[in-house]
């Protein structure tokens, strides 16, 4: 399973192998390591590299996105995303510009179910403004900021393309 790490700001591609129950095999940067990982607790982790133990606990970050983790007396603030969920963020921040236009984008090739907004319509932050199923799931866009629908390209029943941009919100 491939995912993304977000740590200080930085993504880290990494690919998860189940070679047997509770061995894996991980691929980060081009290293390749294999670890022993068993959960002891529900917030805590067991893992073995090598001759190294670890003992990892994690908490969600009370003031931000992730988890905290403890490792060996330091904390790290890390955010684990499948890539769908990557490309859902990644979609919802089209624009770099917070206060011009942003586009909403199709995070992948799917169809859209549902347009939950009208064009002109007044939207806040996160709202929810288009449905589209890729994957056999159902993916809900928000808004990335307040502001007023324009350009709404989407519509209910038709196949749209990965990056496809479905509205822009002003």
């Known amino acids: 399973m491939q995912y993304v790490a977000i740590t200080q700001g930085k993504e880290r591609r990494i690919e998860v192998t189940e ?4 061995h894996y095999r991980i691929v980060m940067d081009g290293r390749v ?4 990982a068993h959960a ?7 893992l073995i590299i090598g001759e190294q133990a670890y003992n990892i606990e994690s908490e969600k970050d009370p003031g931000g996105t992730g988890e905290n983790l403890l ?3 330091y904390v790290v603030n890390a955010e684990v995303l499948d890539l769908r969920r990557l490309r859902l963020r990644h979609a919802q921040v089209a624009l770099p510009h917070v206060n011009g236009p942003r586009i909403v984008a199709a995070p992948m090739p799917g169809k859209v179910v549902a347009v ?10 996160g709202q929810g ?3 589209v199923e890729a994957m056999k799931m159902e993916n809900e866009l928000r808004a990335p900021k307040a502001g007023v629908v324009r350009k709404l390209a989407a519509q209910p029943g ?13």
């Open 19 to 22: 070679i047997s129950p509770g």
């Open 33 to 36: 390591i294999e670890a022993d």
């Open 40 to 46: 002891v607790a529900d917030d805590t982790l067991s």
């Open 71 to 73: 490792v060996r007396g």
């Open 116 to 125: 939950l907004v009208q064009e002109g319509e007044d939207v806040v932050e």
């Open 129 to 131: 403004l288009i449905v």
């Open 158 to 170: 038709v196949a749209v393309e990965g990056g496809a941009a479905l509205c822009v919100i002003e």
